[in-house]
Each structure stands twice: as structure tokens, then as C-alpha cells.
């Protein structure tokens, strides 16, 4: 839903960075399952129409290969 944070992130909006600054980067392996775990809440909510929460299942599952 816009405006939630995503789940494993803090609500804190990040210092801005400043001209020639690096964007900190955060491992794929320490977000996905977080990621994860909010779509697949989100197709349990009936929040993902039910012709695309297959999709959205297929869609990790792969990842997860």
C-alpha cells in the first residue's frame, strides 16, 4: 500500500545524501524475504486481484531458484 513503510526497513526517512555521494546499498539476500512476505500478504488481503496472486507466487518461487 503507499505510504506503509515495507516490512525490515525503518519508518525514518534516510539522511539525504550530498553531491558525489555513494547510495548505500543493502544485499539482495537481507530484503527479499521481506519483500516476500508483503506480497504474499498482500494477495492473502485480497489486495492483488485473484486472476494475479498465482503470478505473484510464481513470481518468488522463481526468485527463490
Known amino acids: ?8 526497513q525503518q ?9 558525489g555521494q555513494d547510495v548505500p546499498l543493502t544485499p539482495y ?11 504474499l ?3 492473502n488481503q485480497s489486495l492483488i486481484p485473484g486472476s494475479e496472486r498465482d503470478l505473484v507466487r510464481e513470481y518468488f518461487a522463481g526468485l527463490g531458484e
Open 11 to 19: 519508518e525514518n526517512d534516510p539522511t539525504p545524501l550530498g553531491p
Open 29 to 39: 539476500t537481507q530484503v527479499i524475504q521481506s519483500y516476500q512476505q508483503a506480497a
Open 1 to 8: 500500500m503507499p505510504g506503509q513503510p515495507v516490512p525490515g
Open 41 to 43: 500478504d498482500a494477495t
